[in-house]
Nanobody, 122 residues
Framework: QVQLVESGGGLVQAGGSLRLSCAASGRTLSTATMGWFRQTPGKERDLVAAMNWSGRLAYYKDSVKGRFSMSRDNAKNMAYLQMNSLTPEDTAVYFC???????????????WGQGTQVTVSS
């Protein structure tokens, strides 16, 4: 049983930055991976970044490479997504998610946060 609480979304202008935070609690594993997904109306959730707890394995969607980066604070069981150079195409609801093991597949993430809206204006 894992609980996730995310925050940090909001409205920004194109070219701006946001940092999303995700706090994990409950029975987490040392092999755990945290992922960040985003979803727009009528679309399935799309993985944009993932990193295991050690930080030695990571994934970034091609369209966010060089702009987004993940980090974590192991002592606080928190993960972050720093988003820079935002564009209107980044507008979506962003979710953090948890998997027991490193994965780049949506189906393997068993626990999800509530979502936080990111809106990027032109």
């Amino acid at each position: 049983q894992v609980q996730l609480v995310e925050s940090g979304g909001g409205l920004v202008q194109a070219g701006g930055s946001l940092r999303l935070s995700c706090a994990a609690s409950g029975r987490t594993l040392s092999t755990a991976t945290m992922g960040w997904f985003r979803q727009t109306p009528g679309k399935e959730r799309d993985l944009v970044a993932a990193m295991n707890w050690s930080g030695r394995l990571a994934y970034y969607k091609d369209s966010v490479k060089g702009r987004f980066s993940m980090s974590r604070d192991n002592a606080k069981n928190m993960a972050y997504l720093q988003m820079n150079s935002l564009t209107p195409e980044d507008t979506a609801v962003y979710f953090c998610a948890y998997s027991d093991n490193y994965s780049e597949k949506t189906a393997e993430y068993a626990y999800w946060g509530q979502g936080t809206q990111v809106t990027v204006s032109s």
